[in-house]
């Protein structure tokens, strides 16, 4: 009599966490499906290959959702299996590599009254050796903290800071030498 409850309650036991671990993925994609689409795209600069490695990364997670215990670095962690995701991709198959300074680029994220200095700061950002810009961009775009950054790029904590301080230096140096050749052209 007992015996047939207990294997019953089991099965509700395990339907239960099924449902719950359900839930908790489709959270996590409401969420930060966006996120993880536009760093993908800014990775990869194709949106196929973005939405691929979007899909993949969410895949993934859900077959490694109960290593995730805080859910507040679920961010940093999809970044993460995304960023590895990424790298995957070179381990499997060759490229032809083009200079990312070759292609135009169109940034879909905002309309056509786009503001001037927005696509001059972006494009100044996009300048910037990969090494300083993804940190940067991880930092502003996404709000991540100096130990988040070295967490998702496997980096010394004081490795990223100054990476930081470079790319800010950086940037303000190119904004003011465009500032100045502007003023030079309407001067």
């Known amino acids: 009599m007992f015996a047939g409850f207990g294997k019953k309650s089991a099965a509700t036991s395990v339907n239960v966490d099924m449902i719950s671990k359900q839930r908790r993925y489709e959270a996590l994609v409401r969420a930060l499906h966006g996120d993880l689409y536009r760093y993908a795209y800014w990775l990869v600069h194709d ?8 899909q993949e990364t969410f895949l993934r997670a859900w077959k490694s959702l109960d290593s995730l215990k805080d859910e507040k670095a679920a ?6 299996i995304l960023r590895r995701e990424n790298a995957r991709r070179f381990e499997r198959k060759q490229f032809d590599l083009t200079d990312i300074d070759d292609v135009p680029v169109a940034d879909s994220s905002h309309g056509p009254a786009q503001n001037t200095e927005q696509h001059l700061v972006r494009v100044q950002i996009a300048k910037l050796a990969p090494e300083y810009r993804e940190p940067l961009i991880l930092q502003v775009m996404y709000g991540f903290s100096g130990d988040e950054i070295a967490t998702i790029l496997e980096l010394n904590r004081n490795t990223v800071m100054t990476r930081l301080f470079r790319a800010r230096n950086q940037l303000r140096d190119a904004l003011d030498d465009s500032q100045s050749m502007s003023e030079q052209r309407n001067g």
């Open 47 to 54: 949106k196929p290959v973005a939405e691929d490695l979007v």
């Open 75 to 80: 961010k940093a962690w999809l970044i993460t």
